[in-house]
């Protein structure tokens, strides 16, 4: 079983629909929760940081974290064409040798005008 | 604040060559991640580097080598390039404590022919 799993879409929505994208992951110890997008040709670009269970908003972005279940989940009302990327879920905990990063691989989203 | 920086942008090199990338942290964070990143095998750990010390390193052959430098910038080196070396690669940056998220570069374009 993968560290994290994530489903690679692709996902194609109309424009304005709520996007759920959603990371599953085996780790009890993960602390940190992030979501990344990257468009193409890109870095990613953090969107979303969380540290506990719980819902965080941020514009027409949520953040869902519930650790009970191990699972996290990004939405994003009145989704727009310029959403269209790559969401890479990540999360992290400490080690004794630093900060651990696992990521997803990503789900591939379009919004059609 | 300016973000983290990469260059170059594109590199095109030939098998057996050597390859120097570079990468300017945000301005305070301490810690430089180093990722390759691939369609078939998405974000894969290269290593940190925090104060000029490699704390963490993913499963690559020795031919992929790193350093930092005092004022945090860092390089990373790969030898002997393969042509599965062709791959986008990210550095990221982050305070190094506590537990802030990375952030990313735009990434080098390497492309090994």
Not at chain 1, 21 to 30: D, G, I, P
Not at chain 1, 72 to 100: H, K, V
Not at chain 2, 76 to 82: A, P
Request: proline share 6%.
């Amino acid at each position: 079983q993968k560290e994290v799993e994530q489903d690679p879409g692709p996902l194609s929505v109309p424009e304005g629909a709520i996007v759920s994208l959603n990371c599953t992951y085996s780790n009890s110890a993960f602390q940190y929760f992030m979501w990344y997008r990257q468009y193409s040709r890109k870095g990613p670009e953090l969107l979303m940081y969380t540290y506990s269970s719980g819902n965080k908003e941020d514009g027409r972005f949520t953040a869902q974290v519930d650790k009970s279940s191990k699972y996290i989940s990004l939405f994003i009302r009145d989704s727009q064409p310029s959403d269209s990327a790559t969401y890479l879920c990540a999360m992290s905990a400490w080690e004794n040798y630093g900060q651990n990063f696992v990521f997803g691989p990503g789900t591939r989203l379009s919004v059609l005008p | 604040k300016a973000g983290v920086t990469q260059t170059p942008r594109y590199l095109i090199k030939t098998r057996g060559q050597q390859v120097t990338l570079s990468c300017s942290p945000i301005s305070g964070h301490r810690s430089v991640s180093w990722y390759q990143q691939t369609p078939g095998q998405g974000l894969q750990f290269l290593f940190e580097y925090f104060s000029e010390t490699q704390r963490n390193k993913g499963n690559f052959p020795g031919r992929f080598s790193g350093r930092q430098f005092s004022n945090s910038r860092s390089e990373m080196n790969v030898s002997t390039l393969e042509l599965g070396d062709s791959a986008l690669y990210l550095c990221a940056s982050s305070p190094g404590t506590g537990g802030s998220p990375l952030h990313f570069g735009n990434g080098t374009r390497l492309t090994v022919t």
